[in-house]
């Protein structure tokens, strides 16, 4: 026997993983609340005892971890024209396992200066202008950036003839280099940005999320979390196929699209930047109990109260009793079970329909014509699940019914009646981590646990 252990430190819960490398299977899981509010090594604490009740002592091989607690990683970035330089710094930053507060363009505005030094980022992500166009803006913003008395590690990723500049002037910032992510107009080269990102993250972040303690029992901090479930649903769509991926936490919903989203037809335009083909959104305003509230706002409580069967006023009452109290689970409360499942369904439309692309009918001199903003998953026939609510619902197939068949909004192209895959142990993180060293045995093990819904 060869154990590894796997931890994912979430928002809400930690959840644990054990690993039999030899014989390519998983020992056991548990869970735990994550007290993040004191110290996370607590919460792991709490969890280890409960694995234990299932495998017994193990003395494990390597112990990797993920993390999204305390709000995960969390990044502003900064562009020139809104459709192109800062959308490409968003896309960047959310492809590496981060939650952006905020994406600005142009020169940064006094009310920017005070949100930036009002939030603190954990990182800043500044581009702006193509190699050899623009270099006015990223240097202004630059010269913004250093009059703040909040610091937090800066990558410039801009204009390749500004790039020096931006970095003498914010030298009392901890500042890293990086190619230009747009140097030229419709080409992304986030590669080195994503990388530099997860560095950031491994020698900064996790020192100031409380795991101090945490560290005697694990080899290393590999990556966000968000990051370890893109690579575990880029490697499972070598089996599967195309998929999109949604993973419902307490204080984020996260999306996931494996699949290149072409336009179908010759009289389709593309319009903005070429879409990854393995892309990230995250929704944070849309989360089962640290970001409830976001869901009432997006869809309206009467729609939240009808799905639920309740009144207004009693779902209203139930939510912000959920949102205060972020840890109740709804197990043997009807209400509480009815209402988790129409909070589910809409924060997974919610998110779908934001991630995935738009068409529009127009006209030209040429005759009717589209135009295709993000990406077509119309075509694509698999559907992953992951998320505590969403993985304990009692009829996932109604709910996924009712985000991707009733009521669809016709210029959506989210996919058509897809296949439901389900994450039932909670093991995607982790398999995304067991990936970065063992990948054959990850997918062996993705492929046994992530099963088809109603199999």
């Known amino acids: 026997m060869k154990p590894i252990l796997i931890i994912d430190f979430g928002s809400t819960y930690t959840k644990l993983t054990a690993v039999d490398l030899d014989e390519e299977i998983i020992l056991g899981t548990a869970q735990a609340y994550t007290t993040v509010e004191t110290d996370v090594a607590h919460g792991l604490e709490e969890g280890l005892k409960a694995l234990r009740e299932t495998t017994g002592h193990l003395d494990f091989f390597e112990t990797y971890a993920c993390s999204s607690a305390a709000g995960g990683l969390k990044m502003m970035a900064s562009g020139l024209v809104p459709e192109l330089t800062a959308e490409a710094a968003k896309a960047a930053s959310l492809g590496a396992g981060a939650k952006v507060l905020k994406s600005f363009s142009y020169e940064l505005t006094d009310e920017d200066l005070h949100f930036i030094k009002e939030e603190a980022p954990d990182i800043f992500l500044l581009a702006g202008g193509t190699d050899g166009g623009n270099r006015e803006n990223i240097i202004a913003n630059a010269r913004h950036l250093a ?103 307490g204080a984020t919903t996260d999306v996931y699209s494996i699949a290149k989203g072409s336009p179908k037809l010759n009289s389709t335009v593309l319009k903005g930047l070429p879409e990854p083909y393995a892309k990230r959104t995250v929704e944070g305003d849309i989360g089962m109990r640290y970001s409830i509230h976001g869901i009432v706002d997006a869809v309206g409580i009467e729609t939240i109260s009808d799905m639920a069967g309740l009144s207004s006023e009693r779902a209203e009452e139930l939510i912000d009793y959920l949102g205060s109290i972020t840890e109740t689970l709804p197990e043997g409360n009807p209400e509480l079970e009815n209402l988790d499942m129409a909070l589910a369904t809409m924060a997974i439309k919610t998110a779908v329909e934001r991630h995935a692309g738009t068409i529009e009918e127009t006209y030209t001199p040429m005759g ?70 063992y990948p054959d045995v990850a997918l062996k093990i993705m492929k046994e646990e992530v099963s088809y819904y109603g199999a």
């Open 147 to 249: 009059t703040l008395e909040a610091k937090f590690p800066i990558i410039i990723a801009g204009n390749r003839n500004a790039a020096k500049e931006c970095e003498e002037i914010l030298s009392s910032f901890d500042t890293y280099l990086c190619p230009n992510i747009m140097p030229k107009l419709g080409v992304v080269d986030s590669t080195k940005v994503r990388e530099t990102i997860r560095e950031i993250f491994l020698s900064h972040i996790v020192k100031a999320k409380g795991m101090t303690e945490a560290q005697d029992l694990i080899s290393d901090i590999i990556m966000p979390t968000p990051s370890a479930v893109l690579n575990a649903m880029e490697l499972l769509a070598k089996d599967i196929g195309e998929l999109m991926g949604v993973d419902v936490g």
């Open 368 to 437: 009717q014509a589209f135009v295709q903003t993000g990406k077509d998953l119309t075509d694509v026939n698999n559907l992953v699940v992951t998320g505590g609510s969403v993985i304990h619902m009692k009829d996932l197939a109604l709910s996924v019914d009712r985000v991707f068949n009733q009521n669809r909004n016709p210029a959506s192209l989210i996919p058509r009646n897809p296949k439901i895959w389900v994450d039932k142990k909670y093991i995607l993180a982790a398999m995304g981590l067991l990936a970065t060293k």
